[in-house]
């Protein structure tokens, strides 16, 4: 047996070897997505996070259709090999094999079987596609009332409002309670996104003018990655956000500090107060930062071009995820300079003429605008960062 293909050519050996190689790395390229693992939240992504009901539910749908395939595999390679063995030519013998035409029963068994393996999953399927995309039947399972999250995607980034709390709003960040029913809207604002959290649920389309209603949920606290799946432009890969579940205490302590948040007030003269006038009028005719972002409870700053910024020093990313922790603080600076340059497609405008070298804000005013930057952020019990198990 270890020589049978011993009398091949030199140069079809070697293509046999490649073959292999290269069946050899899909294989384990398979299962790493199989067992991919996310090294900052350090959630495995295997065949699905059954923490979700909406995971679950295409489990649980997939249990019949994949016992249904082996079943198949192995009668169809039974009924192969059966046939070869049983009605191979051979030696000395001359009469015709054994025809089948017209045999209604193995005929009428052709058709039907395969029928009825498509009509079952067709009926798993559709049961299963109303349980997940029909709003009312998913929160029912769920405790709780449902939590509404306004999803608004844009070239590159995501914004996350909540309608029925105060329209409170963070930016690249979704924060949601454990254990209950998220009802989604999504839009676009530009061109067609697609929102995927794949420990949350599937796929869904954001599409300019058009809302998606979405419901998922997550049964276990823990952080998230979510991104852009829809080709959408140059940034695309960079497109991310994080989703942040919470405990209900956690949750319930995040809602009230967030409804009451106001932007801190700066004390006169100090760095903070220099880099709030700069946010809020730029300066040495640099547009300012306020036309575009929004900070809950500062007058002035309604801007909506840009992700909301009202608790921007609580959040743990920067760039729509590009930079987490203290990557994204290093990188503060250099983003409000030249945006565009770390992020192709970016709309945020540069501070700094990438030809010339010069800057509109110095160094000082850099500094300035960073100091109230990280002002902005929720007193210390709704950190929502800090609550959950696998920071």
Known sequence: MLNTFSHLPAHLWRQGNLHAMRAAALFACGAGVAFAQDKETRNFLFLGDLASRYNREVWEMSIPAIIMSILIAVATSWALFYSVIKFRERKGEVREPAQFHGN???????????????TVLAILTVRTMVRINNPDIYAKSLRGEPVQVDVLAAQFWWNFTYPQLGNIANGNEMVMPQGRAIRTNITSRDVMHQ????????????????????????ERPGIYQGNCTQLCGPSHANMRYKVVVLAENDWNAFVTAARAYRAPVPAPGSSEARGQQIFLQGKNGSPSCAGCHRVQGLQGAAGLAGPDLSYFASRNTLGAGMWEGEAARERLKEWILNSPGLKPGSLMPAYRNVQTGKSLLSEQDLDDLEAYLLTLKLPPAAEYWNKVPSR
Do not use: M
């Not at 209604?104 to 498509?118: C, S, Y």
């Not at 599409?207 to 949920?217: F, N």
């Open 104 to 118: 209604n029963v193995l005929e009428i068994a052709l058709i039907a079987v395969p029928f009825l393996i498509v």
């Open 195 to 218: 929102f995927w959290a794949p420990n949350i649920g599937g796929q869904r389309a954001a599409i300019p003018g058009v809302q998606k209603e979405y419901t998922l949920d997550i």
